[in-house]
């Protein structure tokens, strides 16, 4: 739900949501560092489109995340991000 997503323009703050698979919504331009921080229940991410950078520590701590969908829009992933 877009509800679930805190961005500020165009990069996706915090996910608060606790959805097994995530779709992250379109026109998000970067994932901020520790967007989904220890959030224990994601499965799966769907990341759009669009999409330029993933900042360090995105997913940190998301033990249950088995697959990210990521497009060729995305030009830098910042260490441990996943």
Partial sequence: MSEDFSL????LI???????TVS???GTAA???MAFNRNPYIKAVSIPDGVKYI????????????????PKTVEFIG???F
């Fill in 24 to 26: 992250i919504p379109s």
């Fill in 31 to 33: 994932i901020g560092s």
């Fill in 14 to 20: 915090k996910y608060t949501g606790n959805s097994e």
């Fill in 8 to 11: 500020n323009d165009g990069k």
């Fill in 55 to 70: 900042e360090s520590s995105a997913f940190i701590g998301c033990s249950g995340l088995e697959s990210v969908s990521i």
């Fill in 79 to 81: 260490g441990s991000a």
